[in-house]
């Protein structure tokens, strides 16, 4: 959709404050354009008799007008900021319900920083674009179409004289707003990255902290700062010249105005009302003029802000949802088949053969890199599986409804994420409804329950941004209990145990092991200890499955499994000693 296109869709939903606003600055225009008539007319007949009746008829007139004025003034303001400010709340929950809508790929290629900076700096340039560059343009227009005529009724050739120096007004008018929109993109653009910047120190603390990088940091920031100072004096400087040249040019036509319209009264060829007239036009004149320059500045800044806001909303989700299948319970049973996966033309997974009966505990255990989280990932489709390689109850997944097949899945993944809010709604996060007890059970599964039951407030402690007060093992069980508490057909556990300590790692496993009975359940561990008791196991390098089997057989195989567990084995027997 283009930029036109999408301000126009959220106009008609605004469509009558539209036009109630427009018709509001044309009656504006309409009584402020009167009060020059009036005082013309005032001149002219006071000239020739001056009355107390005529005083108080052109003065109430006059107050009359004003008053009229005054109240279409407040209403255009109030109708069109208002529809603005509708618009901004429209854009902004449109923008943010369509990043929930975009696959995992897009986040990973774009950074948090670029994308706030567009929800709040962006967002407030296309409101001023939407409303008040609106009404200001509706304004200049209107008293130009009113005005004029009039000007050239009273005379044409002193008209002529000023609507030549208005040319002037549009040439530079033109030169400046490529300038103003060039300049204030690239502002925008630094300024994401200034928030990039502060977004990721202040996740980052921790890191810095420990590294003793504050002083580097701080010099850091301070440069894209210096950047952005710089960058927004070049617009200043652009627009501080911009208004006095608009100025010099409105100027000249009331200098023209005044030598040759004196001429024309001396000679008698217009009266001095119609030429006081004249110049009360001209007056109210200016200011749209004036105005024009700052609806330009308003207009290009708008249009640069929503050129970057569009080209989010434009972005289609790689990962859509086209359901097929008219399936309404998932049992959970997977099935690879022949899996080839790439990201970024990088071949990740190869020929992966895989079937998981319903119920079944697999575990998947591999090196670094050896493509075990891409491979679980595919499940809830987080990544996409070529079409015919990946089956859910014999269901080629894509067929899926989205929402089944992940309210169907329990996934805790490697990258524990916790919301700064309390312990309980972090654990209810993922169900619509629950209650205490519910809570209090998945944080038992979970090996949790010991642990928050020696915080001062329980369930109901806050556990920070990122879940920072709790340590690595608490983060990771409340992610399980998380996961748990959906009472999911299929449970994935991606390294979720690796920050917790052998004794717990078995009390942990001891609550899973009932857990997981009727529920199929991958499991992807370093650890042996933690998948010996799957009923299949997985060995993944470089993208292949190259060992498959239980503990025992693995173990008897003397393959990579075997290795892996004799070097684990050797470990525990140093740190014991």
Not at 10 to 29: D, E, H, I, P, Q
Not at 46 to 63: A, D, E, N, R, S
Not at 114 to 125: E, G
Not at 531 to 539: E, F, H, N, Q
Request: charged letters at 20%.
């Amino acid at each position: 959709m283009s930029n036109s296109d999408r301000i126009l869709t959220y106009y008609k939903r605004y469509w009558g404050k539209l036009l109630l606003g427009c018709l509001s600055v044309l009656f504006t225009a309409i009584f402020g354009l009167l009060s020059p008539k009036i005082i013309s007319l005032a001149i002219d007949d006071l000239q020739l008799q001056i009355t107390q009746q005529k005083l108080i008829t052109y003065g109430g007139l006059l107050l009359g007008v004003a008053t009229l004025r005054g109240i279409f003034l407040y209403s255009q303001r109030w109708i069109l900021v208002v529809m603005s400010r509708d618009i901004e709340n429209d854009l902004r929950n449109d923008y943010y319900d369509h990043l929930q809508k975009l696959s995992l790929d897009f986040f990973q290629q774009n950074r948090v920083g670029d994308l706030m900076a567009r929800a709040t700096n962006d967002l407030n340039a296309v409101r001023m674009l939407v409303g008040p560059a609106i009404m200001y343009f509706l304004n200049t227009i209107v008293v130009s179409l009113i005005a004029i005529p009039v000007m050239i009724a009273i005379s044409l050739k002193l008209t002529v004289l000023v609507v030549i120096s208005f040319l002037g007004v549009a040439i530079v008018t033109n030169f400046f707003s490529t300038q103003i929109h060039n300049r204030f993109e690239k502002i925008q653009e630094h300024f994401s990255s200034i928030t990039a910047r502060v977004q990721e120190n202040l996740t980052g603390t921790r890191v810095i902290r420990a590294y003793v990088r504050e002083n580097y940091e701080i010099e850091k920031f301070g440069d894209l700062n210096e950047e952005f100072v710089g960058r927004n004096l070049g617009l200043i400087k652009v627009q501080a010249l911009f208004g006095p040249l608009l100025r010099s040019l409105v100027g000249l036509g009331s200098v023209l105005t005044l030598w040759y319209g004196g001429n024309l009264v001396a000679t008698n060829a217009i009266s001095l009302g119609k030429f006081v007239e004249f110049n009360l036009y001209l007056t109210l004149l200016i200011w749209p003029m004036i105005a024009l320059g700052y609806v330009v500045s308003l207009y290009q800044r708008g249009m640069a802000s929503l050129k970057r806001i569009n080209s989010i909303l434009n972005t289609e989700a790689t990962i859509k949802n086209e359901p097929k299948s008219t399936i309404s319970i998932i049992k959970g049973t997977i099935e690879f088949r022949n899996l080839t996966f790439s990201y970024k033309e990088k071949p990740v997974l190869k020929n992966i053969n895989l079937k998981i009966a319903s119920g079944q505990t697999i575990a998947i255990v591999g090196h670094t890199g050896s493509g075990k989280s891409t491979l679980i990932n595919l499940i809830p489709r987080l990544f996409q599986a070529p079409k015919g390689m990946l089956f859910i109850d014999g269901q080629d997944i894509k067929d899926l409804p989205l929402s089944l097949l992940r309210e169907s899945i329990g996934y805790v993944p490697q990258d524990t994420f916790l919301f700064s809010d309390t312990i309980a709604e972090n654990i209810a996060f993922g169900v619509n409804k629950t209650n205490p007890q519910d809570i209090e059970k998945a944080a038992e599964q979970a090996g949790l329950l010991v642990d928050i039951e020696t915080f001062p407030k329980q369930f109901e402690t806050l556990v920070g941004e990122r879940g920072i007060t709790l340590s690595g093992g608490q983060k990771q069980r409340t992610a399980i209990a998380r996961a748990l508490i959906r009472q999911p057909q299929i449970l994935i556990l991606d390294d979720s145990l690796s920050a917790v300590d052998t004794e717990t790692e078995e009390r942990v496993l001891g609550h899973l092991k009932n857990v997981m009975k009727g529920r199929t359940s991958i499991i992807v561990s370093h650890r042996i200890s933690t998948v010996k008791m799957a009923d299949l196991i997985i060995v993944l390098s470089d993208g292949e499955i190259i060992e498959r089997g239980t503990h025992e057989s693995l173990i008897a195989k003397g393959g990579d499994y075997a290795a892996l567990y004799e070097k684990q084995l050797l470990e525990e027997e140093l740190a014991a000693t």
